[in-house]
């Protein structure tokens, strides 16, 4: 042997315990997929008027907001990142909308975003030549319900579950529900509607962990 040379021997037994750690090693997988970088989600949050969504999005906004209008109309929206773990979200506060049927040509704006983004389509060859925002479609949707008047945002649920985008519904202003003595079997409602429903109360902050929790594992899944 020369001088500096170093011999290692293994034993079968143990040849053969490294060889398959090694092996388990290599096939160990990231439990979930994550989004991140150019595989981030974005996520649009609406709802009808006074629901609640310019709260929520600014209890959860980063300091670096970026605002506009969609195109041709004065209706504004604001975009910003935030992280949910170790995942990135394109997050998109848009304007107000209570029923996306016969809409006002400004709104429509709102709806053509839901469905194209900065997409176009052959059916919208006739429209104006610039898209409504300068971005994607959304991944998913958050659509914040007032839960002191539940009956009347359900119709606009029904109309954005027909959209086809995964969807979880935001029961802002719960501490409210719970003063005005209104019960809401959580359970009951998401098993009737087929979505997600995330109770929250936006201006404390309360439930959105969860809700942001749930709009990653309905992407998922």
Avoid at 35 to 63: C, E, Q, Y
Avoid at 89 to 96: G, K, T
């Amino acid at each position: 042997m020369r001088h500096g040379a170093v011999s290692l021997t293994r034993h079968p037994s143990q040849a053969s315990t490294l060889k398959s750690a090694k092996t388990k090693a290599q096939n160990v997988a990231f439990p979930v997929k994550l989004f991140r970088g150019s595989n981030r989600l974005r996520v649009a949050i609406l709802g009808m008027p006074k629901s609640g969504t310019s709260t929520l999005f600014h209890t959860v906004a980063s300091t670096c907001v970026r605002s506009g209008e969609l195109t041709g109309t004065d209706l504004p929206y604001d975009e910003c990142q935030v992280r949910v773990d170790l995942n990135e979200i394109d997050l998109v506060h848009l304007p107000a909308v209570s029923s996306l049927h016969d809409l006002p040509a400004a709104q429509s704006a709102t709806l053509r975003y839901l469905l194209w983004g900065n997409l176009r389509p052959a059916v919208a060859a006739h429209e104006d030549a610039l898209p409504p925002a300068p971005f994607k479609p959304p991944d998913a949707l958050i659509q914040v319900v007032d839960a002191t008047a539940l009956r009347s945002h359900l119709e606009l649920t029904l109309e954005l579950a027909q959209l086809g985008r995964p969807l979880v519904i935001a029961l802002n202003m719960m501490d409210q529900a719970r003063a005005k003595g209104i019960h809401i079997n959580i359970s009951k409602l998401q098993s009737r509607l087929g979505i997600t429903v995330v109770p929250i109360t936006a201006f404390m902050g309360k439930g959105i962990t969860q809700l942001f929790a749930s709009v990653l594992r309905v992407v998922r899944n």
